[in-house]
């Protein structure tokens, strides 16, 4: 019944490998998002896209490389990840009206539980 | 920069009783307050929001506050069930941006 799905569930890597997380949005959003849940620690913006535009890096490290295809599929490519980027990475979209600074509900995925070796 | 501080890290109350979750930001331009409940290995799902134009709002047990002036809005749960054991977020929009500043998260647990 989830609008936003995620795959893999779970990924173990290791600090050499190259691995890719996917989601995908059912519900006909605007705008999606990568965020960052690490013990302890608030929600971490990584990336946003509207319509398929990047709109927000929020300093992410270039290790981790987005990628959206179109305004229902968004990718996070990783690269020589270290041991520090194990977490729970969190996919979620919304339906945005930038023009009246109305942000949309959030709907998340179930995420994507990383551990880097 | 902007960011939104939540109190406390952990609450326990025992069942039937209120729970209150306390949360201030920096960003007088935030309008929009949303929280989120995360239950243990679950997504995080909206349970309440309440815009800046607006002081209170409920919904059943739940009620959420705003104090624009003092720039705190708090989540309250009454008559808790063991249901409502999970980790809660506030988090404050930032106007003319796709960006929600998320607050810590309280783990709230509700003891039968």
């Known amino acids: 019944e989830t609008g936003v799905t995620q795959t893999p569930r779970h990924l173990v890597m290791g600090m050499t490998n190259k691995k890719s997380l996917k989601c995908e949005q059912h519900l006909g959003h605007n705008a999606m998002y990568w965020y960052k849940q690490s013990a302890k620690k608030p929600l971490e913006l990584m990336f946003v896209?509207?319509?398929?535009?990047?709109?927000e890096n929020n300093s992410v490290p270039s290790r981790f490389s987005p990628e959206c295809p179109n305004s229902s599929h968004l990718f996070l490519h990783l690269h020589t990840l270290q041991p520090e980027d194990s977490a729970l990475y969190l996919c979620?979209?919304?339906?945005?009206?930038?023009?009246?600074?109305?942000?949309?509900?959030?709907?998340f995925g179930e995420g994507s539980r990383l551990t880097v070796l | 920069g902007e960011n939104v501080e939540q109190h406390p890290s952990t609450l326990s109350v025992q069942e039937g009783d209120s729970a209150v979750i306390k949360c201030t930001y920096s960003d007088s331009a935030s309008n929009y307050f949303p929280w989120y409940k995360q239950e243990l290995g679950k997504r995080p799902q909206l349970i309440i929001d309440i815009r800046s134009n607006v002081g209170e709002k409920k919904d059943q047990r739940i009620a959420v506050t705003l104090n624009k002036t003092a720039k705190h809005f708090s989540l309250h749960i009454t008559e808790t069930q063991p249901e409502d054991s999970a980790v809660y977020f506030c988090a404050a929009s930032i106007p003319g941006t796709y960006k929600y500043i998320f607050g810590t998260g309280t783990r709230l647990k509700v003891l039968a």
């Open positions: 896209y509207n319509f398929k535009e990047q709109t």
């Open positions: 979620a979209s919304s339906q945005d009206s930038f023009t009246s600074g109305y942000t949309g509900e959030l709907f």
